[in-house]
């Protein structure tokens, strides 16, 4: 199968497979595996910041941040397509006690002016309102279509966030494949973020792991929250010596999924039974529109399924397509003639 229903589906290279043999490990909840501490302290120096944290999920990683930067009754804003509004199972509410606060932007992006009227205060409210103290972005926004922030826009939020005395959190799961296509370089672009989530398993193609990152204070205090959420793990030398390997060998190549995705893109878009918006394949995703006369989303997928393509339908007219590690330029030539002879 070719396999484009995510990046998370690679698997670990054998280069990466013998790195995590010979990784040097220890008991990381005791504080005692130097891999984890090397990954952390290298996250911690490509984005600028102080401090980091390796955790085994995104959605942890989000989930401690969000729980470090707000209080029960609190409120965060964020876009309506964002990931942790949509996909992290209501963690914010469960986990933190949180309200949710939409913004409708364009593309899963907000506008300074979208986040400055969605932050509401506690204070000065006769107590109607939960009080704003976070606001997230994602870069690259998944449900936008794996487009990237102008930096100007990240800047812009997070200034406003600030100036209204709330913390910035950035879900960069798949911060490098921004970094890669707009030439920012990671430290830049996060500059004026309070915290970061990076996630190792995606693009980047380690097995397992994210991490958190941001100054010293607010990671100490993640610590803690990994803790009562179950995350600190034990040897996790094993998995963080991948995580180690993506971030050495695997972010430049991210631009070859780009270019392999956008050619998918501009194929499928020449077929009279599908359109993309070819403004959002910017990264390694396509979001691809099946003509509803002809068929349902799907149709299409369970189609492609037996001519050896895995997509996912992400709504009744929608696929989406993700290039990643695992997927050569075969693989999306192969892709291609499936969709070719659908449209005949
Ligand atoms: C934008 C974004 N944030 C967070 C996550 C969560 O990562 P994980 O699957 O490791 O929990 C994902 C996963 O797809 C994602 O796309």
Redesign the pocket.
């Known amino acids: 199968m070719v396999d484009l229903r ?1 990046d ?1 589906v690679t698997r670990p290279s054998a280069a990466m497979r013998e790195v995590m043999k010979n990784a040097e490990v220890g008991d990381d909840v005791l504080g005692d595996d130097e891999t984890v501490i090397q990954l952390q302290e290298l996250g911690a120096k490509m984005l600028g910041k102080e401090s980091a944290l390796f955790l085994p ?6 989930a401690v941040a969000i729980r470090c930067h707000t209080q029960p009754g609190d409120e965060l804003v964020t876009e309506s397509k ?3 509004y949509n ?2 199972g209501g963690g914010y509410a469960a986990l933190s006690g949180c309200s949710i606060r939409l913004v409708q932007g364009k593309n899963g992006m907000m506008t300074a002016q979208q986040v400055r009227s969605a932050i509401r205060k506690a204070a000065g409210s006769q107590s109607h309102f939960a009080d704003g103290s976070l606001v997230c972005m ?1 870069n ?3 449900g936008g279509g794996g487009v990237c922030w102008e930096q100007s826009e990240i800047d812009a939020v997070s200034e406003t966030a600030h100036d209204k005395e709330c913390a910035v959190h950035m ?1 960069g ?2 911060l490098f494949n921004a970094v890669v296509h707009t030439g920012v370089p990671a430290d830049r672009m996060v500059a004026n973020c309070d915290t970061i ?1 990076i ?1 190792l ?2 693009g980047l193609g380690a097995p397992v792991g ?1 991490l958190l990152v941001g100054d010293e204070e607010v990671i100490e205090n993640a610590h803690r929250w990994r803790k009562m959420f179950g995350g600190g793990m034990r040897q996790a030398g094993i998995i963080a010596s991948a995580g180690i390997y993506s971030l050495q060998n695997n972010i430049d190549r991210l631009s070859e999924d780009h270019a392999r995705i956008r050619s998918l893109a501009e194929a499928i878009s020449s077929l009279d039974s599908f359109s993309i918006d070819m403004e959002i394949v910017q990264t390694n995703m396509a979001y691809i529109n099946v003509d509803e006369e002809k068929f349902s989303a799907d149709d299409v997928v369970n189609k492609l399924a037996n001519k050896g393509i895995d997509l996912y339908s992400t709504g009744p007219q929608d696929i989406r397509a993700v290039a990643h590690l695992d997927v050569d330029d075969e693989g999306i030539e192969q892709a291609i003639s499936a969709f070719q002879s659908l449209s005949h």
């Open positions: 995510s998370t999920s995104g959605t942890m990683s989000n964002s990931h942790i996909y992290e994602e690259t926004a998944n879900d799961a798949r989530s996630c398993s995606k994210s």
